[in-house]
């Protein structure tokens, strides 16, 4: 299974970025899937989450700026960025739990992280 991330990029504040994540492999079902982000010196954070059902998580610091989505049938989820600011630059992760042909459990993936940079 891999988890393939794309859309990252340079910037100005106040703009937009679209960020995809599609997952690929021996595939059942793709669970929970969310971003996190690691900006440099500081911890990597939980940015936005949702569920298979489409039921959705955010940090406070981007609620109301970043919209997180998902396709089922292509095992893809999606991170809409708008309003961007420069606190918002950080290598962004992909990450989902997937169920994998003969597992009975989900087992959590991770997506190889693109790099965001806002700035003028």
């Known amino acids: 299974v891999q988890l393939q991330a794309s859309g990252g990029g340079l910037v100005e504040p106040g703009g937009s970025l679209t960020l995809s994540c599609a997952a690929s492999?021996?595939?059942?079902?793709?669970?929970?899937m969310g971003w996190y982000r690691q900006a440099p010196g500081k911890q990597r954070e939980l940015v936005a989450r949702i569920t298979r059902a489409g039921s959705t998580y955010y940090a406070d610091s981007v609620k109301g700026r970043f919209t997180i989505s998902r396709d089922n049938a292509k095992d893809t989820v999606y991170l809409q960025m708008n309003g961007l600011k420069p606190e918002d630059t950080a290598v962004y992760y992909c990450?989902?739990?997937?169920?994998?042909?003969?597992?009975?459990?989900?087992?959590?993936?991770w997506g190889q992280g693109t790099l965001v940079t806002v700035s003028s």
């Open positions: 492999g021996s595939i059942l079902s793709t669970n929970a």
């Open positions: 990450q989902s739990a997937i169920l994998q042909a003969g597992s009975s459990s989900s087992i959590d993936y």
